[in-house]
């Protein structure tokens, strides 16, 4: 079985929405540029298994953005796609484009602008795919980093969701938000080793700190160069992070969880999206959208 497998990364695609408060912030194209260029470049191209990557791009990008990414595209690392926005259509034909559709499966994955993967990511998930089956994938392990902490979060549904399918009218990652793929699809979820890393860095639309602290030096050999600046992590503080902060932490998680079923439950996914807006303007200090502020649906 051969997999054509594309990784899809949205870098700075016109949006509306909780995304667009956070993108208008200063300084958040450059510091995102960092955090791709220390985090997602490094541990896509130290990947085991074969992938393709496009990189979507606001064809408005500052002409300082396209120079400092171009010797990357040039290099072969990513393809980058200048579109306002991206339908279903346009993204399979991006597909076709760069793999040339001569497997016998296409994988697209969800791949953040400012998260990472393990080297053995893309291999795990070409593995689980069927032939002649559409099926949504998820490596449900990963860590998430925050300055000098890291904590492994076992996430089932999480944001670097896959869909393996057949060539013919592919569906794709983003077809449906990354929890709700199991409404159209099989679901797949597979537990192991680490498999990626989210890094919670203040200018996320709604990572937290979730998970179990760990030592980072435990999985640096799968995220090369990425935990190397951690420092070691005391044992005291891994058993305190146990005993106290974690539970305070699920408590609030399973409190914002409960919170989040019921809005979705009688808003629906534009409900939601409101909800999230409207916190996001006030931690911003931002007036309110006029008419027509919504989010659009994901292609």
């Known amino acids: 079985m051969s997999v054509d497998h594309v990784l899809l990364t949205r870098f700075n695609l016109p949006s509306v929405g909780p ?6 912030q200063d300084g958040w194209l450059r510091d995102r540029v960092g955090l791709f260029l220390r985090y997602t470049v490094p541990s896509v191209a130290a990947q085991t298994a074969r992938v393709s990557w496009i990189v979507y791009l606001d064809p408005a990008s500052p002409a300082w953005l396209v120079d400092r990414l ?3 595209a040039d290099a072969g690392a990513f393809v980058p796609v200048y579109r306002e926005s991206v339908t279903a259509a346009q993204l ?3 597909a076709r484009a760069v793999t040339g559709a001569r497997g016998d499966v296409l ?6 602008n400012d998260d990472g993967l393990a ?7 070409q593995a689980l795919a069927v032939p002649g089956e559409r099926r949504a994938l998820y490596l449900a392990d990963g860590l998430i980093r925050r300055g000098d902490r890291v904590y492994l979060r076992r996430d089932r549904h999480n944001a670097f969701a896959s869909v393996a399918e057949p060539w013919e009218a592919p569906a794709t990652a983003w077809c449906d938000w990354h929890t709700l793929l199991h409404r159209r699809m099989l679901a797949v979820s597979a537990g192991g080793p680490p498999a990626w890393l989210q890094v919670v860095h203040g200018r996320n639309v709604s990572n937290r700190v979730r998970g179990r602290l760990t030592d980072a030096a435990r999985h640096r050999d799968r995220f ?14 891994v058993a305190l992070d146990g005993w106290v902060r974690r539970p305070l932490r699920e408590s609030r998680e399973g409190m914002r969880l409960a919170a989040k079923r019921a809005i979705l439950a009688v808003g629906g996914k534009w409900g939601l999206d409101a909800v999230k807006s409207g916190l996001q303007r006030i931690r911003a200090h ?14």
């Open 19 to 24: 995304e667009s408060v956070i993108r208008a």
């Open 70 to 72: 171009s010797p990357l």
């Open 92 to 94: 399979a034909d991006d």
């Open 107 to 112: 994988l697209t994955t969800n791949l953040d």
């Open 119 to 125: 080297i053995d990511f893309a291999a795990r998930l």
């Open 224 to 237: 090369p160069g990425v935990l190397d600046d951690v420092p070691a992590t005391p044992r005291s503080a």
């Open 286 to 299: 931002d007036p309110a959208p006029g008419p027509g502020g919504q989010k659009s649906p994901p292609v």
